[in-house]
């Protein structure tokens, strides 16, 4: 219940296509979703979140695409570009709306943009 | 976005010994931390959610004696790694909420030799 399941393990995409990464999710409490992107060595860093009451969400190159009946949520990377080429967590909260919610990751994907 | 600091970003040290590792939220307070560990190529695995004041909650199957919490101050928490041993290695992260959204630190290596 507490799980987030992410894919692709891994991805690759050539330069100025999409990325796509999925996610899915059982517990209908979380309500809160980010996207993190993390390069090796570094902390993660968040990119976007969108919360149940938004189907889509979009900041720049970065949508969230989200569907609260099938319980899955994406990343949609447009124009990807060589430096987008890092792991990216999926995360779910069940407590999105304050500061002490956990935050559950999924297993991540690595991705790479090919020039 | 907060920032959320950590120091050291790297250490190494015997086996046998103690290391203690620093998150300081820098523009603003948190009652609540997080700790989370993270092996190579593989997603962060919470530890223990540091409590402002009160004694630290640690997540299933975390020894709470091994890993140390201490949160006494809005904007510092600390993770002391005790008796150290090489399967402790790892990259060990910190992370605070603000308005809701999470913020990491950079993250420690550290490596038990």
């Known amino acids: 219940q507490q799980q987030v399941k992410q894919s692709p393990q891994s991805l690759i995409v050539q330069k100025g296509g999409i990325s796509i990464i999925n996610c899915a999710y059982e517990?209908?409490?979380?309500?809160?979703f980010p996207w993190y992107q993390q390069f090796p060595g570094k902390g993660p860093a968040l990119l976007i979140a969108?919360?149940?009451?938004?189907s889509e969400k979009k900041e720049g190159r970065f949508t969230i695409s989200f569907n609260k009946s099938a319980k899955q949520f994406s990343l949609h990377i447009m124009d990807s570009q060589p430096g987008d080429s890092a792991t990216y967590f999926c995360a779910a909260s069940p407590d999105g709306s304050s500061n002490t919610g956990k935050l559950i990751f999924g297993q991540g994907t690595t991705l790479q943009v090919k020039p | 976005g907060a920032v959320v600091s950590q120091h050291p970003s790297w250490v190494i040290c015997k086996s046998g010994t103690s290391v203690k590792i620093e998150c300081r939220s820098l523009?603003?307070?948190?009652?609540?931390m997080f700790w989370y560990r993270q092996f190579p190529k593989q997603s962060l695995m919470l530890m223990a959610t540091?409590?402002?004041?009160?004694?630290?909650?640690?997540e299933q199957g975390v020894e709470k004696d091994k890993f140390l919490i201490n949160h006494a101050s809005l904007t510092l928490s600390t993770l002391t790694v005790t008796s150290a041993h090489p399967e402790d290695s790892s990259f060990y992260i910190c992370?605070?909420?603000?308005?809701?959204?999470?913020?990491f630190g950079q993250g420690t290596r550290l490596t038990v030799v």
């Open positions: 969108i919360r149940p009451d938004v």
């Open positions: 992370s605070a909420r603000r308005l809701s959204e999470a913020f």
């Open positions: 517990n209908t409490a979380f309500d809160y």
């Open positions: 523009d603003f307070q948190a009652t609540t």
């Open positions: 540091s409590n402002e004041g009160s004694k630290a909650t640690y």
